[in-house]
């Protein structure tokens, strides 16, 4: 499965990381949500850490789709909120 | 998987079909572009932000010395008025080193705001070019996905076309298959009738069993010939044949054609 961090590239993830990577994602779901900011940096943080920290990153001259999108790491909660919002950050 | 990564993939597929190869869809890579412009105009914001907040606290500290710098006017003032001279001039020299950072401090603050300045312009005219950007990246996209559906139209047309090439092809192939039966029939037929070909059904005769027939039809035809000569030539034929044997003796005496009772 492929990830991309937005702003840094993309890595290589095995499918059995899943479940690991998931309750973070859902966490920090839930802080975008509740419009909890210092959870939201602390989880991004982590779960950005443990996608590079398990998955293998992508040269930049590959062009594959992503799987999944992460925030770039200096993201914050409200462009966050944005891009999930129905128009997003980016239009189209 | 609902969370963030999923929704975030989603919205970006959303955006970006690839139906057409396995490369990432250039709409997403566009986007993706201008999500990077949108970043980068977001950190010269922050630049121009972050020089502001040190003019100001240069100003700041410019104030504090010019502060200091008239206290210090006032108590080497005071000091002359006492007539404490060695006390003014002590006041006046710090005042002077005083003068001399507020210069620095000065210079620092005219190159900060050209700085500002500078950036302020540089972030309004990336800000246009991102807005251009955002535009043409439309246009792009629009047109991209208009050559796809165009693609995809050519595709259905042609696949269309290839499905009545194809129908038409097959009633071809079965019309001239048709054809080839009737004419094969007919040739069978002809070549069955004159014989070159053989007859599986095994009511024709082969051409060695014709000619046994016909020799043996011939030598019955033959002997049929002889029996009806026989017969003609009177009943005695057959009775001189069969009696032969009895009247060897007189034959030898007497001719055969004269007659054994005499009248006269």
Redesign the interface.
Known sequence: MI?RI??EGQVKLDDGH?TE??K???E??RE?ESGDEQGFRRTLGS?LEAVRRLGTPLPDDS??????????PDASLEE?RD??SDD????? | MSGVMKRMGMIFRAKANKALDRAEDPRETLDYSYQKQLELLQKVRRGVADVATSRKRLELQLNQLQGQSSKLEDQGRKALALGREDLAREALSRRAALQQQVTDLETQHQTLQGEEEKLTLAAQRLQAKVDAFRTKKETIKATYTAAQAQTRIGEAFSGISEEMGDVGLAIQRAEDKTAQLQARAGAIDELLASGALDDSSGLAKDDIQAELDRLSGGTDVELELQRMKAELAGGSAQPQAIEGGAGQGQTQSQPQDTPRFDKQ
């Open positions: 990830v937005m702003g899943l990577l998931n973070l994602d859902d920090l779901l975008v779960l062009l594959e789709p992503s799987q999944l999108i992460l925030p770039s966050v891009m999930l997003g950050l980016i239009p189209g």
